[in-house]
């Protein structure tokens, strides 16, 4: 009879000492500043943040709930705030080209000086402009003008009736000219009087007539011309006029801009419209007494709107480098958008409209975006390349790209670009952008790994420690006691699934901390101890196991069938994990085999049936192999065998329940019984070495459960890989029933460890004959495996029916 040990409870969880602690409760420790157990992230980040060349952005990648989003923050926001801070941004009235708003860069804190010095000369206008027009002097120089034209067109007009006059003609006005009357003897003449006169002097008189035209014409363009003369003057006067009154305050802005070479050409060009457009001022008292008001925006020539200023970013109050966390990386939240009104039933917009997005705000800094959003938003990701691979703001409607009629719109200008992207997702999106998107290396060329574990060092405990009071002064919570901190320290181990680890996965570790914060407000405690946190942990799973305890609900009734005692030919029990998402928990499943004689090979129930997986099937291909080179060494197998996890109606994926396929197969074939009260776990290659799985916590609490529920016989236990035993961090009621002798946990190497553990036989080693010894597994299963083998030659040899034998 073969006996092996079973593991230690040593073996089977790793405690935290509280005394390894110095403090008594996390009141007395510092906050924890930076992060815990990320060297080679912190690194890739630290290195990331200092260089400043182009595609040199940073992919932050890990699993969710590491800790990045909140790590990334805090970093760059430390090292923002010692560099500069980038200029504010605005647009302007792009007096040569209305469509195309300017855009315009002052130093942080002036652009909102420069707007409100902007909107001060605009109401110094509208006051100063119709005052200067009401003067005596305008008026005195205005009616001078206005004189001196009448005059002139009178002395014109006079002239002109003189010659004519003087040619017998009289000059009447017409719509469309002057008409030129004949006389004779100082009296009109009628068309009739005119007809009866000799035809030699209707000739003299029609050529007179022409002449008295000719002059009228020369009369008229002299006329025009004073006229045009007089309204020069005018014109130039009112500029004089309103350049007295513009003047001195534009002059006044160009001094206190005069460093700013973008300032000076926008006054010059603000002053010549102004001066262009007097009349947008003189008329004030007439806009007062306008009816409808809301349509006093409706021109885009309107003073009040061409001569603001759209300021974008404003950086008065900014202290470094702007630090920005879009949520909502749509297209628009992202470049920017031009904004429109309903007005009146027409939809308008104007360059006061414009609207910057996360870009202009994080330009001079850093911009912080999760990969996934970008991606599921329309056009998101191809805009973040195209920016980033310009280095330029430009603001576009998407309509412009894909509708089919695209409506006129504002183009402003382009912005200069500066600033560091850093994108924050999973490694699947990391590595498939990396594959499939050929810009993607190019921008993104630093990646920050962040690890799922780190190593439990008493440095690592002890930032755990930090890290509590860190979240016991932000979030107001009851501090810990170092039994509690211990506690959190093997839960962490727990989460990690290994004795010389912590989890990095922090959001868990959080949540856990309110739950026992809780626990502890509800009994009126001042600390948060180690039984806290048990509490917290156990209504943890107690929320979410319902679906555990309906399995262990049908195991108990008999519905699920599984042996938990005794021994039977080619049946085990395997360990099965069910992922619910927020809770994962094991099902002890009873695998069988069937063997018999034929050439098929092995038969995956799974498989035929279409519920294996992948994984799965390669664990059962690997039997193959491994039965090939252990037992098919001189002659052929001639097997057909059939594998089934029984009662299983969802898919089977992995190859954790290969080496209790195997052993099933072996016992099969062996005609041996194997324990029904040992539950199997661990993969097997073809040199039959057993390997590490996942899981293995849950796997034996999911068998213990099960056990327990029939009542410990001081039998049973489960069968491990030896490298998992240090993933051991299991319930303490399972520690103390090892400790008690009523569950056993062993760990072996290979195969026939196993088998010899399930059957109680020696496996047995070949001699130096090649044979395996009497009175072993090995024996017997090549034993069987050779009468197959001779049964099929014999099959082989014999005629087929209905030929006459040989002669």
């Not at 044979?771 to 099959?795: C, F, G, H, V």
Request: glycine letters at 8%.
């Amino acid at each position: 009879m073969v006996s092996y040990k079973s593991l230690g409870p040593e073996k089977l969880h790793k405690k935290c000492s509280p005394e390894i602690f110095e403090f008594e409760t996390t009141e007395e420790v510092i906050p924890l500043e930076g992060i815990i157990g990320q060297d080679r992230a912190v690194r890739a980040m630290d290195f990331g943040l200092k260089i400043n060349k182009h595609g040199y952005n940073i992919f932050m990648t890990g699993l969710t709930g590491t800790g990045k989003i909140s790590y990334a923050r805090s970093i760059i926001q430390e090292i923002a705030r010692k560099q500069p801070v980038p200029d504010d941004w605005c647009y302007l009235y792009n007096f040569k080209n209305p469509g195309v708003p300017m855009a315009l860069n002052l130093p942080a804190g002036m652009g909102s000086v420069f707007a409100r010095d902007i909107n001060n000369l605009l109401d110094e206008l509208k006051e100063g402009i119709p005052k200067a027009f009401n003067t005596e002097e305008y008026e005195r120089q205005k009616g001078a003008l206005l004189k001196e034209f009448q005059e002139t067109r009178a002395a014109l007009m006079e002239e002109l009736n003189k010659s004519a006059q003087e040619k017998g003609f009289l000059l009447k006005r017409a719509g469309t000219g002057f008409l030129t009357v004949p006389l004779k003897d100082g009296k009109e003449l009628s068309e009739e009087e005119f007809a009866q006169l000799e035809q030699s002097e209707r000739e003299e008189m029609d050529k007179k007539s022409t002449e008295v035209q000719l002059k009228a014409m020369e009369i008229v363009r002299r006329i025009q011309n004073e006229e045009k003369k007089y309204k020069d003057q005018h014109r130039e006067l009112e500029q004089k006029t309103g350049l007295h009154a513009v003047g001195y305050l534009i002059d006044e802005l160009r001094e206190k801009y005069r460093d700013y070479a973008g300032v000076i050409s926008y006054l010059d060009a603000l002053q010549e419209d102004v001066l262009e457009n007097l009349s947008d001022f003189k008329d004030e008292e007439e806009e007062k007494q306008f009816p409808f008001p809301w349509l006093k925006r409706y021109g885009q020539d309107a003073a009040d709107v061409k001569y603001l200023v759209n300021l974008v970013i404003d950086n008065k109050e900014a202290e470094g480098a702007p630090v920005v966390v879009e949520s909502n990386p749509t297209y628009y939240n992202l470049i920017g958008r031009v904004e429109y009104e309903n007005r009146m039933g027409m939809v308008t917009t104007d360059f006061t409209m414009v609207k910057g997005g996360a870009f202009h705000k994080a330009n001079g800094g850093y911009l912080i975006l999760q990969a996934k959003d970008v991606l599921l938003n329309f056009q998101a990701w191809e805009v973040l390349k195209r920016i980033l691979k310009t280095k330029e703001i430009r603001i576009e409607t998407i309509g412009e790209q894909y509708a089919l009629l695209t409506m006129a719109t504002l183009k402003p200008q382009s912005i200069p670009l500066e600033v560091k992207v850093v994108l924050i997702g999973n490694p699947l999106l990391y590595h498939l952008l990396y594959r499939y998107d050929e810009d993607f290396r190019k921008l993104f060329k630093i990646k920050a790994d962040f690890d799922v574990t780190m190593g439990r060092s008493l440095e690592n405990m002890s930032k755990m420690a930090n890290f509590i009071s860190t979240h016991c002064q932000r979030e107001d919570l009851h501090h810990f006691d170092r039994t509690g901190v211990a506690r959190v320290v093997e839960y962490s181990s727990r989460l990690a699934e290994h004795q010389e680890k912590l989890t990095t996965c922090f959001n868990d570790i959080v949540e856990v901390l309110f739950e026992a914060d809780t626990c502890a407000e509800i009994e009126g405690d001042n600390y948060v101890s180690a039984r806290h946190i048990e509490q917290a942990i156990k209504e943890k799973i107690y929320r979410s196991d319902k679906y555990e305890k309906k399995l262990l609900e049908l195991i108990d009734d008999g519905h699920i069938l599984l042996d938990l005692s005794g021994q039977k030919i080619g049946q085990v029990n395997g360990l099965a994990l069910i992922n619910l998402g927020d809770y994962v928990f094991a099902r002890p499943s009873r695998i069988t085999a069937s063997t018999y004689l034929g050439r098929r090979g092995i038969i995956n129930i799974e498989r035929e049936s279409k519920m294996s997986g992948r994984i799965h099937d390669k664990g059962v291909l690997i039997i193959s192999g491994y039965l090939g080179q252990k037992y098919a060494q001189e002659s052929p197998l001639a097997l057909t065998a059939s594998i089934c996890f029984e009662q299983s109606y969802d898919g089977i994926e992995g190859d954790s329940a290969s080496s209790a396929e195997l052993y099933v197969l072996l016992s099969s074939l062996a005609e041996v019984p194997l324990r029904q009260d040992i539950a199997v776990t661990g993969s097997v290659n073809q040199k039959g070495e057993i390997q590490p799985v996942g899981g293995i916590a849950r796997k034996i609490e999911g068998f213990f459960a099960a056990c327990k529920l029939k009542g410990l016989s001081g039998k049973q236990g489960v069968i491990i890989p030896h490298q998992n035993t240090v993933n051991l961090m299991l319930d303490d009621e399972i520690v103390e029933a090892v400790e008690q002798g009523r569950f056993h946990i062993y760990a072996v190497k290979t195969v026939e460890e196993g088998l010899e553990l399930l059957t109680g036989i020696p496996a047995g080693e070949r001699d130096s004959s090649g044979s395996y010894p009497e009175a072993t597994l090995n024996y017997l299963i090549d034993k069987k495996l050779q009468s197959y083998s001779e049964m099929m030659s014999r099959q082989a040899k014999e005629p087929d029916a209905g030929e006459a034998p040989d002669k």
